[in-house]
C-alpha cells in the first residue's frame, strides 16, 4: 500500500499492525473514488491523516468495551458517515464490534459498502437513509454509543436519538468553541477532549440527561 509509512509514522506506536494496514487501505480506496466522487477536500494523505484519522482514532476512548461476563460487543451507530470518518474508522479498529453507518447520498453509500468490503468489516451494515426521528428511534435503541461529525442534526432528531439511547450509552460529537443549547437540554458532558492538532475544536462525550 502506497501510503502505509505514513499510517505507520501516525499510529505504529499505539496501533496494531493489522488496524494500521486498514487504514491505509482505506485511504488508498479513498483517493481513487475522490477522484470521481467528492467524499472529502482535496489534500495530501499525510492532511488526511491528521485532519481525517487522527480525530476519528481519537474517539477510541469514548466507545468504551463491555464489562460484565457473557456482556456482547457495544455497538456504535455513526450518523452521516460520508466518506467513514469516524464511524468506518472506529470499525477498522474493533472488528468484532457491531457498526451502523448512516449515509443518505447514493454515491457516497456505495463507497461506504465497498470499503466495508475491501477492508474485511463483516459487523459493518450501510443504511441509505435519511437520519430522521423515526429512524433515531429505530437504531438508537440498538447501540451503546452513536457518533456525529460534520453534521447538525435538527434539535427534534437530536433529541429523539438521546431518548433512544440506552441509560449507559453515550452520544460523541464534534464541536467547535461553542456547542448547541438544545444538546445541553438533553445530555451531560461527561468527557471532553482537543481535536488533534486543531485546539479549536473539541470532541465531546454526552451522557443522556435523564429527568423525571
Known amino acids: 500500500m502506497k501510503h502505509r509509512h505514513l499510517f505507520q509514522r501516525e499510529f505504529g506506536a499505539e496501533l496494531p499492525q493489522q488496524v494500521v494496514d486498514r487504514l491505509a487501505c482505506h ?10 466522487v467528492r467524499l472529502v477536500g482535496e489534500a495530501e494523505p499525510g492532511e488526511w491523516i491528521r485532519r481525517h484519522y487522527a480525530e476519528s482514532v481519537a474517539a477510541r476512548a469514548y466507545w468504551r468495551g463491555s464489562t460484565g461476563e457473557g456482556g456482547s460487543e457495544p455497538g456504535l451507530l455513526d450518523i452521516g458517515s460520508g466518506a467513514g470518518f469516524p464511524g468506518l474508522i472506529l470499525a477498522a479498529l474493533h472488528p468484532e464490534r457491531p457498526v451502523t453507518l448512516v449515509e443518505v447520498r447514493e454515491r457516497k453509500a456505495a463507497f461506504l459498502a465497498e470499503a466495508v468490503r475491501e477492508l474485511g468489516l463483516p459487523n459493518v451494515r450501510v443504511v441509505r437513509e435519511r437520519f430522521d426521528a423515526e429512524l433515531a428511534e429505530r437504531l438508537g435503541g440498538a447501540v451503546e454509543c452513536a457518533t456525529i461529525r460534520g453534521l447538525r442534526l435538527p434539535e427534534p432528531t437530536m433529541a429523539r436519538l438521546v431518548e433512544a439511547l440506552p441509560d449507559e450509552g453515550r452520544l460523541v460529537v464534534w464541536v467547535g468553541r461553542c456547542v448547541a443549547t438544545g444538546l ?9 477532549m482537543n481535536a488533534p492538532d486543531r485546539p479549536h475544536r473539541r470532541i465531546l462525550c454526552l451522557r443522556p440527561l435523564r429527568r423525571g
Open 27 to 36: 485511504a488508498e480506496l479513498l483517493k481513487r473514488w475522490n477522484r470521481v
Open 184 to 192: 445541553l437540554d438533553t445530555c451531560v458532558v461527561e468527557q471532553e
